[in-house]
Every structure is written in C-alpha cells, then in structure tokens.
C-alpha cells in the first residue's frame, strides 16, 4: 500500500557542512519551500538528512522526480516523501540517536 501524498520530503546523505539556507534554495527550483529542518546530534553535529516541507504536494512530488539521486555539490542526495511521525509504514529505528533503537 503507497503512503499518502504528503507535502514533505526527507533529503538523505547530506554533507556534513550543508546548511538549511542553502537546502531552502536548493529545493526552491521545484516549488515553493515553507520550511526545512536539518537533523542534528546533541553536540551539533549534522546527522546528514533533513525534511523539507512544500507549499503544495505536487511540489513535493516534483522534488522526488527530479532531484532524487541528484547531487549538492559533491554528494548524491536522496529524496523520498517523508512518513508522519508514528506511522506504521516505517521501520524500526536503528541510529543511536533515535528512540526506540537498541
């Protein structure tokens, strides 16, 4: 079963020095950008993925066509929609940064 549309997406195998301003201007060629949040660990240090959320699902449908597997700057990024918090369709978590990992 396919998840809902969703108007966010998860950006995968980011470098280490990205930031949200230059994510926010990367994905704006797409549709328009509402918001962008960069994980990171509790000493600061990028956890290499972020959300970016759009204006319209359409956009962020977009997004996943035509920037997946693109590359910021040196890095191959990957762009999947992104599972609302607690949703049945995603897998355990596994990083030691995330609730609910060994």
Known sequence: M???PSSRVI???LPKYASEERLK???SSVGEVTDCRLRRT???ES???AFVGF???????QAISQL???FFDTTRI?????????SESLSRPWSRHAPGSS
């Open 2 to 4: 396919a998840p809902p």
């Open 11 to 13: 950006v995968k195998n």
């Open 25 to 27: 201007e990367f994905f």
């Open 42 to 44: 509790k000493q600061g």
């Open 47 to 49: 956890r290499r993925f």
């Open 55 to 61: 204006r319209k699902d359409i956009d962020a449908q």
């Open 68 to 70: 997946d597997r693109t």
């Open 78 to 86: 990957g762009v999947e929609a992104a599972h609302p918090p607690g």
